[in-house]
C-alpha cells in the first residue's frame, strides 16, 4: 500500500470543547437561577425540582452539576456575592469620582435587586450546610465589606470622614442598605435611586442636629 498516495488524516471531532462550554453555559445558568430563587423565596421553599423546570432542564441535570441542594445553595450564593463583591469594586476604585457620589452609585446599585433577608435565609439553610460550606459563603460575604472598608479607611486618610472604624462603617452602610429589601422601603422613597440618595445621605451625615448636641444632652 502507497501511504503517500492517502489523503489527510481526519480533523478530531469538536465536540469535546464545545460540550464543556455547553456545560460550563449551563452551570453558570443554574447557578444564576438558583441564587434569584433562594434569595427571593429562602432556603427551604425551593427544591431542585423547581429549580431544574425554571432552568428548563431535568432533575438529573442538576445532579450532574451538583451533589445536593446545600452544595447547590453554596455555590449560587458564593458565586452571588463574587459578583457582588466585583461590582463593588469596580465602583469604588472610580477615584476621579468623589467617595460620596460612589458611595450612592454603589447604593442605586445594590437597590435595584431586592431580595429576601439574607440572614434569616442562611440561618433558615444553617442545619443542611456543613461548617465548610458556611465558612465559605462567609468569606464570600465578608470580601464586600472588605472593598468598603479599603475605601473608608482611605478616606480616613484623606480627611474625607471621621476616624471612625472603616469596618464598623462598613458594616453600618450594609445594615442600612438591607431595608432596600423590606416592603415598607417603598412608603420612604418610590424609587430605588431616591431611596440610594436618602440613605447615603443619612449616613454620611448622621441624624444629629451638630456634633455638640451629645456631649450637651449628656450634661443635662
Known amino acids: 500500500m502507497n501511504f503517500s498516495q492517502q489523503g489527510p488524516k481526519p480533523k478530531r471531532s469538536p465536540g469535546r470543547p464545545k460540550r464543556r462550554e455547553q456545560e460550563g453555559s449551563t452551570n453558570e445558568f443554574i447557578l444564576k437561577t438558583a441564587s434569584n430563587l433562594f434569595m427571593e423565596n429562602g432556603y427551604e421553599a ?18 450532574y452539576h451538583f451533589e445536593n441542594k446545600a452544595q447547590l445553595f453554596t455555590a449560587a450564593v458564593t458565586a452571588m456575592m463574587e459578583k457582588a463583591q466585583s461590582s463593588s469594586q469596580q465602583i469604588m476604585q472610580q ?31 444553617a442545619d443542611s450546610l ?29 480627611g474625607e470622614v471621621r476616624p471612625l472604624h472603616p469596618l464598623l462603617m462598613a458594616h453600618t452602610l450594609a445594615s442600612m442598605l438591607m431595608l432596600g429589601n423590606r416592603e415598607v422601603a417603598k412608603e420612604f422613597a ?29 450634661q443635662d
Request: with cysteine; hydrophobic share 35%; net charge negative.
Open 130 to 158: 456543613s461548617k465548610e460550606q458556611m465558612e465559605s459563603i462567609r468569606r464570600s460575604e465578608e470580601s464586600i465589606h472588605d472593598v468598603l472598608t479599603v475605601s473608608f479607611t482611605e478616606a480616613i486618610e484623606k
Open 46 to 63: 425551593v427544591s431542585l425540582q423547581q429549580i431544574a423546570k425554571v432552568c428548563g432542564v431535568t432533575k438529573a441535570s442538576i445532579y
Open 95 to 125: 477615584q476621579d469620582m468623589p467617595l460620596y457620589d460612589r458611595l450612592v452609585l454603589l447604593a442605586e446599585r445594590k437597590l435595584r435587586f431586592p431580595h429576601g433577608d439574607f440572614e434569616t435565609i442562611l440561618r433558615e439553610a
Open 190 to 218: 418610590p424609587s430605588p435611586s431616591e431611596l440610594a440618595h436618602d440613605i447615603i445621605h443619612m449616613f454620611w451625615n448622621g441624624v444629629g442636629l451638630s456634633p455638640e448636641s451629645r456631649s450637651e444632652e449628656a
